[in-house]
């Protein structure tokens, strides 16, 4: 099964151990392989840190990385092998939220369910990515 894993891009308690274990549960119970994720918000980045590191205990784990997202999101240049980068033409020319609902609706469009990480709080991840993933199989949580 491959999971696209999401976060908001305000989430404040990042907390790698927690992640991680979220992950572990996602992988044994769920029957995860892969994982697809952006690349250049923080969660994304933890995320991704956390997914090379759970590949010594699962080498069968597997991600792709989707270069598109918000234009002040985009950094010179990504440190990534490019075997496991997706990058979407003209991503990078969607302005404001357009872009935000266009790279959640592409990771969605990649995967067969949804792990979103959003703030108690705030909560406002939740309803775009509910647009963006339309008959696809959520999991709310939170790192808390």
């Not at 590191?53 to 080498?59: A, M, N, S, V």
């Not at 440190?79 to 496991?84: P, V």
């Not at 990480?117 to 808390?144: G, M, N, P, V």
């Amino acid at each position: 099964m491959i999971c696209a894993l999401i976060g908001d891009q305000t989430i404040r308690n990042l907390n790698e151990e927690r992640l991680e274990l979220r992950l572990r549960t996602l992988i044994e119970q769920e029957h995860v392989s892969a994982f697809v994720l952006g690349y250049f918000g923080p969660f994304e980045r933890l995320a991704f840190r956390v997914i090379r590191r759970l590949q010594q205990d699962y080498p069968l784990l597997d991600y792709t990385v989707i270069l598109c997202g918000l234009r002040k999101e985009r950094p010179a240049e990504p440190e990534l092998d490019y075997l496991h980068a997706l990058y979407p033409q003209g991503c990078w020319l969607w302005p404001g939220r357009i872009g935000l609902t266009q790279k959640l609706c592409y990771l969605a469009s990649a995967s067969d369910m949804i792990a979103y990480y959003d703030d108690t709080e705030q909560r406002r991840a939740a309803s775009w990515i509910r647009r963006a993933a339309r008959r696809k199989r959520l999991c709310d949580t939170t790192l808390e």
